[in-house]
């Protein structure tokens, strides 16, 4: 005691006073919020220089500060919290920052929350995804090609760097998807990513950009090669008029390599190492829900670095938690979207997954999360569902999961023309999900080779596959480009361009006069089938029950209380005749079923049994006449 009091005398006296250079404040996290939020105060995150000692001070009615602000050691950021009135006027507000060495503001803007009718709805089995790389899409703005802000990234030619696809490109397709009977978009991630050459991730020997957005450089702004924050709201309340929900692809679990915070974190604990010291991703999720684990190999999985250099940020800080949730809020409060898709979903703590969840709930109650679990063992992706407390206590709460153990056995069937029978073995394993019927179904993705450069792949089997998806149960996810069987055997070639997306292509697949005949009639075919999904409700929301499986063929129903419609696949080279019961289906003998995709004839049932005949690699799908 006596020590440290003659130490800090000592110190107090020894060193000199220099006088505080005047603050400076660069950036405030959120910029804006709203009134009548669940989230009140809000805490703001001011980054800046000269900030210790600082005093803060709201400028105008209806907002203030409630206690005094947090300083990180090295005077660069402040933790403020900030109380708005509900009945606080809509507008800006000076913040004003006050230190020893002077005194600076800025701005903060209060907003009206939107509405709730029509923004913030969810997704659900009646919604079709269509996932849009958005760089690789559609460039309504040559404009924002190779803005100021980062000059030279944009090369068609090189499928690392930025090609010039936007939020106007997006808007300009409404139509185009519409069309094809979706009713939800998942746009890849639209955060402010770097804005210089990434050399510490290099690519056939090269250095890459962050065109596909999961490089976050800014939480709070939007990539300047996508548009603008305004834009982006235009494009979700186009959608909305066309009853089209958007859903956010969201990144928590890491920060791209050249954000300001990997050299100057806001608190010490901010990432989980530093970028001289760091684990490293091992990837052994499945540690993650041994009941056995290994500490540090589950820390390695957890903690580790992506890569070995995207900064694994540390949601147990509880100032990175209030961060990244208010994050969340922000970008669906100031937009009004509808749903996120989350990556890397299984790296971050399902502790912090249970509060991130019931903040969002807590404000928008419709809302859905889908997360992404890379992997294809259903023990393992249903351990992050939530709806069920786990062996260590919590319910993360998460809505959905994209359903990636169906993913292999759909490609293996019907890309590889493996054996049909993977798929509803694969779905018998349902009962592990609390709710499966909210997985997000798909048969392409932008982190896997396209469906028709597996080899073997066929149209015919690219069809069958569309209509397994379109009619099983879960919300299907399309991918771009799939629909005009577009190829890509890797991840970087799975993200070419849409043909006609962009100025100067040669053809508008877009439009029917720029699709051959083969992309023509796979287009027309998904379309129908996601129109009978949309005319057929048992399709969306029917139980799904299996009828009959063998090696290469499968029959399913989709039953509500009032009706059936029996989807029936033939996988195999030849003609199949397919027989199963359909009794318990309220099917009474003489009742006669038509195919409404027309590849069978009328059948009847005759001793409580339909007999369907199906070519090649054909389906069917069956209601009543
Ligand atoms: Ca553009
Ligand atoms: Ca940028
Ligand atoms: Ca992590």
């Known amino acids: 005691m006596w020590v440290g009091w003659l130490l800090g005398g000592f110190l107090a006296t020894a060193v000199p006073v220099f006088a505080q250079a005047p603050p400076e404040v660069f950036k405030i996290d959120p910029p804006s919020w709203w009134t009548r939020s669940s989230v009140n105060p ?9 900030l210790s000692g600082a005093r803060a001070q709201v400028g105008g009615s209806g907002v203030r500060v409630v206690s005094p602000p947090k300083t990180n050691d090295s005077g660069t950021y402040l933790f403020i919290d900030v109380a708005i009135a509900s009945l606080a006027k809509p507008g800006t507000r000076q913040l004003k920052i006050t230190t020893p060495g002077g005194t600076t503001q800025t701005a903060f803007e209060v907003l009206s929350p939107l509405t709730r009718s029509g923004n913030f709805r969810g997704f659900s089995p009646d919604d079709i995804m269509y996932l849009i790389m958005i760089d690789r899409f559609s460039d309504g703005d040559p404009s924002n090609n190779d803005p100021p802000q980062s000059r030279g990234l944009y090369d068609r030619e090189n499928k690392y760097y930025y090609h010039g696809g936007d939020f106007q490109g997006v808007i300009n397709r ?6 094809l009977g979706v009713t939800a978009i998942w746009l890849t991630p ?24 999961y490089n976050p450089q800014d939480f709070y702004s939007v990539e300047e090669h996508f548009g603008t924050l305004s834009k982006l709201r235009e494009l979700v309340a186009a959608a909305h008029r066309l009853g089209i929900k958007v859903v956010q692809d969201e990144v928590a679990n890491h920060t791209g390599p050249y954000h300001p915070w990997v050299d100057d974190p806001p608190t010490p604990t901010w990432f989980n190492g530093t970028r001289a010291h760091h684990l490293k991703n091992v990837f052994q999720t499945w540690e993650l829900h041994d009941p056995r684990p290994v500490e540090i190999l589950k820390r390695e999985t957890m903690e580790g670095w992506f890569l070995d250099f995207l900064p694994d940020l540390n949601q147990h800080d509880p100032e990175v938690a209030r961060y990244l949730i208010q994050n969340t809020l922000w970008w669906i409060g100031v937009t009004g979207l509808d749903g996120i898709r989350m990556d890397t979903w299984q790296y971050v703590p399902n502790s912090f997954w249970r509060d991130w969840n019931a903040a ?9 999360v889908t997360g992404e679990v890379k992997d294809g063992d259903t023990a393992h992706t249903s351990f992050f569902q939530g709806g069920r407390v786990r062996f260590d206590g919590i319910d993360s709460g998460l809505d959905s999961l994209l359903d990636f153990p169906l993913f292999y056995p759909i490609r293996h069937a019907f890309a590889e023309e493996k054996h049909l029978d993977e798929i509803p073995k694969m779905l ?5 999900y609390t709710n499966p019927d909210i997985l997000v179904t798909l048969l392409g993705g932008h982190d896997d080779g396209r469906f028709m450069s597996e080899k073997g792949a066929t149209i015919d089997g690219l069809k069958l596959a569309n209509t397994f998806v379109l009619t099983t149960r879960g919300v299907p996810q399309l991918y771009y480009g799939d629909e005009i069987a577009m190829t890509g055997p890797d991840e970087a070639t799975a993200r070419k361009d849409f043909p006609g997306g962009f100025p100067g292509d040669k053809r508008n697949a877009f439009s029917r006069e720029g699709r051959n005949r083969d992309e ?7 379309r129908r089938v996601t129109q009978l999904r949309s005319e057929l409700e048992p399709l969306r929301r029917g ?5 009959h ?8 129903a989709r039953t509500t209380k009032s009706s059936a419609v029996i989807t029936v696949i033939n996988n195999d080279q030849k003609t199949a005749q397919v027989e199963f019961e359909v009794s318990a289906l309220g099917l009474a003998d003489g009742a006669v079923l038509i195919d409404r995709l027309g590849v069978t004839k009328e059948v009847r049932v005759e001793n409580g049994k339909l007999k369907v005949t199906l070519p090649e690699r054909s389906a069917a799908i069956v209601v009543r006449k």
């Not at 969002?360 to 859905?368: G, V």
């Open 42 to 50: 809000v805490r703001l995150l001011v980054r800046g220089r000269n």
């Open 543 to 547: 139980a799904l029950i299996t009828l």
């Open 549 to 556: 499986v063998s090696e290469q063929q499968y029959a399913y």
């Open 174 to 179: 409404l139509g185009y998807l519409k069309d």
């Open 520 to 526: 023509q009639e796979l287009f027309e075919y998904i």
């Open 360 to 368: 969002l709930k807590r404000e928008y109650p419709n809302f859905k």
């Open 428 to 432: 018998a394993k349902d009962y592990l």
């Open 190 to 213: 639209w955060y402010d990513n770097y804005d210089r050459l990434n050399e510490i991730e290099l690519k056939e020997g090269k250095p890459c950009t962050g065109f596909h957005g």
